[in-house]
């Protein structure tokens, strides 16, 4: 009889992990500032502020009555689901990938705690110079981008090829 194989499960660390840390800044962030107050961090660069997104990134659909939210709860869900499949099928080899995985796994559900609990997201870091500003965001955005660097980056590294 052969053994069950749970894929690259243990990397589900790094989304707890993730998740975690989101909520436990989001918390701090909620309960220290005002909303949208700035905290310069590096002045004319960088601040703390607080914002509420009830839109997708880059505030995509955040002028809509709410319906919004349930539908990002059902994309983030499902998306997370699938990605709990895509590590449990993985090979011991596929570290980077399941690694990149769990960040945006982590991050998803970070994102998604928020849309379920408050209706909207907490965005707390904001880059800005010369009046430019970029979209404010958070941890659990840092770690989506980052994992879906890392899988961007991945196609390029010279193993990507000769494992197919």
């Keep these: 009889m052969r053994k069950k194989s749970w894929g690259m499960l243990h990397w589900l660390w790094i989304s707890g992990v993730v998740l ?4 436990v800044v989001k918390h ?10 700035q905290v310069p961090v590096i002045p004319s660069f960088f601040s703390l502020t607080l914002a509420y997104n009830t839109g997708a990134a880059f505030s995509f659909l955040s002028d809509q009555s709410g319906w919004q939210r349930w539908l990002f709860v059902g994309v983030a869900s499902v998306v997370s689901l699938m990605l709990v499949s895509w590590l449990a099928r993985m090979k011991k080899e596929e570290r980077w990938q399941a690694c990149s995985m769990a960040l945006i796994l982590g991050g998803a559900l970070g994102n998604l705690y928020d849309r379920v609990m408050n209706g909207y997201v907490v965005d707390f870091l904001l880059v800005y110079y010369d009046g430019w500003y970029f979209p404010s965001f958070n941890l659990a ?3 989506i981008s980052s994992g879906a660097a890392m899988l961007v980056l991945d196609i390029f590294r010279p193993q990507h090829n000769s494992r197919s």
């Design 28 to 37: 701090r962030i909620v309960d220290s500032l005002y909303l949208y107050e």
């Design 141 to 143: 955005d840092m770690a």
């Design 20 to 23: 975690i840390l989101d909520q």
